[in-house]
């Protein structure tokens, strides 16, 4: 096993991986991704129960459905579907990082088999910069009713967007919907990495992507989806809430 692993392996051992929280069990703190924004115990859950809630108001996300959490991190979302809406027909996250896929096998899918968690080795300079496959899902045409990634685009250069937004067209069923936030503005450059003066002092590969906001919808409608709703600045570090239906 080389050092790094072993190291980390020592290092799970010494911190509790996981806490309770209003009888839900939740990451520890040193797992969660998200900065300071989901240090707080009661922050992390009801950060996780409020998307839920946001799915279900505006997707009408139910017990039946079919859900992809894209970049999943340490399980926020489901978390919060557990917590607010129960088990559903299938959950799926996917996340180039290994730990918090981990820790989600361990924690979520064992007490919830319809939840399922992977993990994809792509290469991401952020979150996984040794990944070696492309974007490719393993999963059935058409078989979900909403994908959903938060905090996710706001990592990422064009041609990975392109190359997801590609496979979320072919898993999504026609009536399906997509939510996902990405740092957008008007008059800045088409796509600028770690941009000065912006929100933050943002530090190393893909810390914050930012788009333009006509060139990201015109990117979203050459990929075949339309806008249904735009939430400005609303979520994490400033980003805005995409809401998406198939063209
Ligand atoms: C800021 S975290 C957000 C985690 C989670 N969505 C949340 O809101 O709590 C970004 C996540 O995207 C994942 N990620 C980055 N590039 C990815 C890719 N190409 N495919 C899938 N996940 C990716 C990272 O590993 C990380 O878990």
């Known amino acids: 096993m080389p050092a790094k692993q072993v190291a980390k392996k020592l290092k799970s051992f010494v911190k509790s991986e996981a806490v309770t929280h209003r009888g839900m069990t939740i990451p520890a703190k040193h797992l969660r991704f998200g900065g300071s924004n989901f240090i707080d115990d009661e922050a992390f859950l009801s950060s996780g129960e409020h998307e839920a809630e946001r799915l279900q108001s505006s997707f009408g ?22 917590s607010k809406i129960g088990e559903i027909r299938a959950y799926r996250g996917v996340d180039v990082s290994q730990t918090p896929i981990e820790w989600c096998s361990k924690y979520i899918e064992k007490e919830h088999p319809t939840f399922q968690f992977t993990h994809m080795d792509i290469k991401n300079e952020r979150y996984n910069p040794s990944g070696s496959s492309s974007v490719g899902l393993p999963f059935p045409d058409a078989s979900f009713d909403v994908i959903y990634l938060y905090s996710v685009f706001s990592h990422m250069k064009t041609p990975d967007i392109q190359a997801y937004l590609t496979e979320f067209k072919r898993l999504l069923k026609a009536t399906g919907k997509v939510f996902l936030t990405a740092f957008t503005e008007d008059k800045v450059p088409e796509m600028e990495e770690n941009p000065p003066n912006y929100k933050q002092d943002w530090k190393g590969a893909l810390h914050c992507v930012r788009y333009e906001k006509k060139f ?17 600045g609303t979520e994490t570090d400033g980003q805005s809430g995409f809401y998406l239906s198939s063209l």
Do not use: H, Q, W
């Open 61 to 82: 996300l139910s017990r039946n459905m079919a859900l992809l959490d894209l970049g999943c991190g340490p399980g926020r979302l489901p978390i919060g579907i557990l």
């Open 216 to 232: 990201f919808k015109k990117l979203l409608k050459d990929y075949g989806f339309t806008v249904d709703k735009l939430e400005y």
